[in-house]
């Protein structure tokens, strides 16, 4: 199994501003995803990070609005920018490698914009 | 699109066994997954199931499939005041590595 790390954990941001949050997976994936979960909410897929060119979005999601980076096989970040109260939201890195089928998450990081 | 059902709630008492159910709509699901979310936590992987299997144990829980009724579900037993928490079904296509998740089962465990 992966484990997977993101940072920060929480936070309180004010509107506006622009949050970066960092997945860190203690193994090479193929495959990284940032999903979001508002409140009382299920998962909603905000896209697919790509090792090395530019991510693939939901509909709905720009890359203005969450810029994707991912560097490498084992780390990918989030940006939500130009952030109003509607971002407050669990922001969750998941990970697989899908030919073994499992897909694990991290933690998440608790957004809450003023 | 495709669709992930689960009733919203589930309420046992201490000790009982707990079944959550779930149902999806995509008939070329390959692999289907539970997980569960404890409050402020991420998604932990309870247990995944191949489309070609129609059970699997694991300790305490029980994955059962029915590919005809397209139908999923959970079974805990001996539930423990641990256990409260969401249950989130997803399913996943062999076309995709993209899972498709429920809006999750709040399990309330109570004496």
């Known amino acids: 199994s992966a484990v997977i790390s993101q940072k920060p954990s929480r936070d309180i941001c004010q509107r506006g501003t622009s949050l970066t949050i960092q997945c860190q997976v203690d193994?090479?994936?193929?495959?990284m995803f940032w999903y979001r979960q508002q409140p009382g909410q299920s998962l909603t897929l905000i896209a697919t990070?790509?090792?090395?060119?530019?991510?693939?979005?939901e509909s709905g999601f720009v890359i203005d609005k969450f810029p994707i980076s991912r560097p490498n096989l084992t780390f990918s970040t989030l940006t939500v920018s130009n952030m109003s109260p509607e971002d407050s939201s669990i922001y969750l890195c998941?990970?697989?490698?899908?030919?073994?089928?499992?897909?694990?998450f991290g933690e998440g990081s608790r957004l809450t914009v003023l | 699109g495709e669709d992930v059902e689960q009733s919203l709630f589930l309420s046992v008492r201490e000790g009982d066994s707990s079944v959550i159910n779930c149902t999806y709509t995509?008939?070329?699901?390959?692999?289907l997954y539970w997980y569960k979310q404890e409050p402020g936590a991420g998604l932990q992987l309870l247990t995944y199931?191949?489309?070609?299997?129609d059970m699997k144990q694991d300790q305490r829980l029980t994955v059962l499939l029915n590919k005809k009724d397209k139908h999923l579900s959970l079974r805990i037993a001996d539930t423990q005041t641990g256990d409260s928490a969401i249950y989130f079904c997803?399913?996943?296509?062999?076309?995709?590595?993209?899972?498709?998740f429920g809006r999750g089962t709040s399990l309330i465990v109570h004496p």
């Open positions: 199931i191949f489309s070609n299997m």
């Open positions: 997803a399913d996943r296509s062999g076309g995709s590595y993209i899972p498709t």
């Open positions: 995509d008939s070329s699901s390959t692999y």
């Open positions: 998941s990970a697989a490698d899908p030919e073994a089928g499992e897909l694990f």
């Open positions: 990070a790509n090792q090395g060119s530019e991510a693939t979005y």
């Open positions: 193994s090479q994936v193929t495959m």
